[in-house]
């Protein structure tokens, strides 16, 4: 993608709907750093050029917290928007829970630590009136590789779909369908950004848990049943009844009814005291 001043190309981190995300180093830096750089062609974007940057550069841009990637700078190519933020090594949440094989699913515990910093992460986007809208296994990155026997900090990325409260509540559907909110799919007029991030969070507790999704895509009854919330909490994996109890508050069809933030963060499987390391 040519000369990147003072980064130097290293590997493609990932692709996906408008760009390429490659890990570079900062040369300048003392000692030089690896980041990660979001490429974005100008071509495509030149049109809601506002829109666009407003939502992938500038709500991120105003969140400086442990647990979301934090941008470092945002410059021009002759060809892209390059966006320069932290490197997160662990990689993605998807190929994390992928390495955990044959069942590729969490232990109780790891997705409790998981789902705890999620939610504080998410907790302050929305006090700062940002809402993400496409929370989902991929755009949620770990700072370590997998095993380490550490326990990898989260970091929420990919602001590319996310609303400022300032801009009146969310009437567009954006998202990728299996985290998307049945208030969404169900086209009301105007939705909480924020309660449809929480059932996006729901999905993942239930996906890193149970190695699988609530909702099936390839069901072509699929938006009937997110609209319904008609799923089921296997019943072979072994988890406690307190976690069962949460997901099955959270993804809850009406947002009136579905918890709030304060009230995960209070929820007895939220504080629980797990098994350090399991
Ligand atoms: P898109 O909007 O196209 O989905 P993302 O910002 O989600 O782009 O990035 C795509 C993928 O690139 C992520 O799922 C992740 O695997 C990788 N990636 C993105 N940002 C980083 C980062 N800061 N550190 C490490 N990997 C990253
Ligand atoms: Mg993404
Ligand atoms: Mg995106």
New binding site residues.
Partial sequence: VGNLGRYTQEEV???????L?I?AIDQEAQPPVH??I?LLPRGNFIKNFKTYVNR?ILHQSSLKHPFI?SLREVFLTPTHLAIA?????G??L??YVLQHKPLCRLSEAKAQWIFQQLIIGLDYCHRRGVANR?LKL??L?LDREGNTGIRPLL?I??F?FSKHEMNSSAKTSVGTPIYMAPEIIYGSNRYDAKMADLWSCGIILYAVLFGRYPFDAQDRDYARKIVNADYEVPVDVPVNPECVDLLLRILVADPAERLSIEDIKMHPWFLRDLPRGA
Avoid at 13 to 19: E, I, K, N, Q
Avoid at 85 to 89: G, I, L
């Fill in positions: 981190l990932g692709s996906g709907s408008f760009g995300v890990r980041v990660a979001k992938e990637i933020m932290e490197y997160a090594k990689g993605n998807f190929h496409d991929e755009n990155l970091k990325c990919d590319g």
